[in-house]
């Protein structure tokens, strides 16, 4: 059975910088793309960005000037760098397991949250 | 980037009723690429639907997906104590992926 476990600072100052961490255990890290979801407190889901097995990225164009991600297949572990953070990326971070045919996520990790506060 | 508009946002029901929500989609969606989610307080989502209509695994069949280019629906037949939730329907398209605004469904 395949399971994310995410982790990151869950704490941080206006303009620095996010940084989470989602290890991929139990399964195959190819040939399957690997996201990151955001939550705000109270509100809807917000698709970050994915990335494949080979590195190959796609970014919300919303958040695409502040959002790099990376994959190390050797530790089955995929990362996520926000920067110049504010307030408004206070929320929680999922990330998830999407299938390349159909780009439906089936394995989601449990959450991480993370709060932006001077 | 291709919005999807979640109707009606709030489903006030009795267990054991029907419910339908509805997904449109600002510009045609292929029925591939279109899925639904469950979310529940304090929990991850968890995937109903994938490909507009084929149910996830371990998924009752009293769920249902339909729809085409720009509408999609998820069918509640017989809502149960479990399925009171919030229910979002998500997208792929043009490298990117959106997520409409949510359809909760409350006990009356």
């Known amino acids: 059975q395949v399971h994310l476990q995410q982790w990151g600072a869950g704490l941080l100052k206006p303009s620095e910088t996010l940084s989470l961490t989602c290890a991929v255990s139990?399964?195959?890290?190819?040939?399957?793309?690997w996201s990151w979801i955001r939550q705000p407190p109270g509100k809807g889901l917000e698709w970050i960005g994915q990335i494949d097995h080979r590195g190959d990225t796609d970014y919300n164009p919303s958040l695409k000037s502040r959002v790099a991600m990376s994959a190390d297949m050797s530790k089955s572990q995929f990362s996520l760098s926000l920067n110049f953070v504010t307030a408004t990326d206070t929320a929680v971070y999922f990330c998830?397991?999407?299938?390349?045919?159909?780009?439906?996520?089936?394995?989601w990790g449990n959450g991480a949250t993370v709060s932006v506060s001077s | 980037e291709i919005v999807l508009t979640q109707s009606p946002g709030t489903l006030s029901l009795s267990p054991g009723e029907r419910a339908t929500l509805t997904c449109r989609a600002s510009q045609s969606v292929s029925s591939s690429h279109l899925a639904w989610y469950q979310q529940k307080p304090g929990q991850a989502p968890r995937l109903l639907m994938y490909?507009?209509?084929v149910r996830a695994t371990g998924v009752p069949d009293r769920f249902s997906g339909g729809g085409s280019e720009t509408d999609f629906t998820l069918t509640l037949s017989g809502l149960e104590p479990e399925d009171f939730a919030v229910y979002y329907c998500?997208?792929?398209?043009?490298?990117?992926?959106?997520f409409g605004g949510g359809t909760k469904v409350e006990i009356k």
């Open positions: 139990g399964g195959s890290f190819s040939p399957y793309y």
């Open positions: 490909g507009t209509s």
């Open positions: 998500q997208q792929y398209g043009v490298s990117s992926v959106t």
């Open positions: 998830a397991r999407v299938h390349p045919a159909s780009y439906h996520m089936d394995v």
